[in-house]
């Protein structure tokens, strides 16, 4: 049972527009979100998390929005960068930020010049 | 900020031979590691979870005896893939918890199996 999803394997943006990158969940327990970024035969790079108490969480480029009664969230690169090309993947615990991560099946965004 | 240095970062083995992956925390002690398998274009799946000085707890469907975790001291976490076989070739990666730092993840090791 994938308890963290997101459905959409791959997105196209280009240069300088948002890129919004979509994860749904099942568990109501989980309470701490994280969204990272990874690139083939590397380990993850941490992008920004939310808390549930919180409904959105901005750092930079990157937003995080929450949407716990559709148990969605979304990530936002505003404005894309080239270098923003990867693979993301959102990840949820139960305990904070002291739970075991389950993790999303990733979306490879590319952006183009 | 912290580190968790991950050796090897590939390795290739004969089936039937183990092989060992460790993760050391620099600067700072990890009581607690995950450690997790990628197998291309798919998810990371945690496989297990270690606390220092206590018997690791598997994932359901990850075979205790033939993914052997050892975590013996606070900075030092091990995973030895034993009798290794071509359908254990993935990405193995390791993440330190901290209530400091959060969530911080070795850089991964390439294992294939000929």
């Known amino acids: 049972d994938q308890q963290v999803k997101q459905n959409s394997p791959s997105l196209s943006v280009q240069e300088g527009r948002i890129s919004i990158l979509n994860c749904d969940y099942t568990?109501?327990?989980?309470?701490?979100f994280l969204w990272y970024k990874k690139y083939p035969a590397e380990g993850p790079t941490f992008l920004i998390s939310?808390?549930?108490?919180?409904d959105k969480n901005e750092d930079g480029r990157f937003t995080v929005f929450l949407n716990k009664s559709a148990k969605h969230l979304s990530l936002h690169i505003v404005p894309s960068q080239p270098g923003d090309s990867a693979v993301y993947f959102c990840a949820a615990s139960e305990a904070g930020n002291t739970g075991k991560l389950i993790f999303g099946q990733g979306t490879t965004l590319q952006v183009k010049p | 900020g912290a580190v968790v240095s991950q050796h090897p970062s590939w390795v290739i083995c004969k089936s039937g031979t183990s092989v060992k992956i460790e993760c050391r925390s620099l600067?700072?002690?990890?009581?607690?590691m995950f450690w997790y398998r990628q197998f291309p274009k798919q998810s990371l799946m945690l496989m297990a979870t270690s606390n220092e000085g206590s018997k690791a707890t598997y994932e359901q469907g990850v075979e205790k005896d033939k993914f052997l975790i050892n975590h013996a001291s606070l900075t030092l976490s091990t995973l030895t893939v034993t009798s290794a076989h071509p359908e254990d070739s993935s990405f193995y990666i390791c993440?330190?918890?901290?209530?400091?730092?959060?969530?911080?993840f070795g850089s991964g090791t390439r294992l294939t199996v000929v």
């Open positions: 568990n109501s327990m989980f309470d701490y």
């Open positions: 600067d700072f002690q990890a009581t607690t």
């Open positions: 993440s330190a918890q901290t209530q400091l730092y959060g969530y911080t």
């Open positions: 939310i808390s549930s108490i919180k």
